[in-house]
């Protein structure tokens, strides 16, 4: 099984930033992440996509949120990033990272699966 841990919401005004981090563990077992990504989810609203990035680099985000977060990743350290600027009010939801994960049986890798965390609150407001 891989557990993600995430850690950096909080309360923030207007024009604030956060910083929201999310490390990816094996309780015991070796495995391997390729894409991870952050999502997020308003009261009454869907859960939506905020920033994904793949095991290369490559990166996407919502419209949204496009100039103001910035999402990384430390390979080494099966951790993803999220840099938040220029926070809104409209930004104000539970935020959630998922990964996609392959776990070593001990001969091969098996098929992936999808990892989510358990969530972190970020409120926006004055």
């Known amino acids: 099984q891989v557990q993600l841990v995430e850690s950096g919401g909080g309360l923030v005004q207007p024009g604030g930033s956060l910083r929201l981090s999310c490390a990816a563990f094996?309780?015991?077992?070796?495995?391997?992440?390729?894409?991870m990504g952050w999502y997020r989810q308003a009261p009454g609203k869907q859960r939506a996509l905020v920033a994904a990035i793949s095991s290369g680099g490559s990166t996407n985000y919502a419209d949204s949120v496009k100039g103001r977060f910035t999402i990384s990743r430390d390979n080494a350290k099966n951790t993803v990033y999220l840099q938040m600027n220029g926070l809104k009010p409209e930004d104000t939801a539970v935020y959630y990272c998922?990964?996609?994960?392959?776990?070593?049986?001990?001969?091969?890798?098996?098929?992936?699966?999808?990892?989510w965390g358990q969530g972190t609150q970020v409120t926006v407001s004055t």
């Open positions: 998922d990964a996609e994960a392959k776990i070593w049986s001990g001969t091969y890798y098996g098929p992936s699966r999808l990892y």
């Open positions: 094996g309780s015991a077992s070796i495995f391997s992440i390729s894409a």
